[in-house]
């Protein structure tokens, strides 16, 4: 089978971290990503579910810009509330 070889970039963090992980299931990240390619060929699909953050949906930024902006210009009504505490269980 021919070689090839395959590089991108990614937070020097997470990939010590993955490092450290495949390390642990004594696999290299090399394997673990071609385990990764293998599943996405034979299943023609990335072998577990992706999905954004609610949060950052073009919605909500704009509605988050919309309350920076009120605050920046005094629209914004802002009150104080009392804390809630909470009890570890």
Known sequence: MA??????????DLKEGMEQVCKGMGMSMTTA???FATR???DNRIPFEVAADPFYSESNMNRLRKAIADVKSGRAKLTEH???EVEDG
């Open 3 to 12: 070689q090839a070889t395959v590089s991108f970039r990614m937070d020097k």
């Open 33 to 35: 990503f071609t385990i």
């Open 40 to 42: 996405v060929n034979r």
């Open 82 to 84: 009392e804390l809630i």
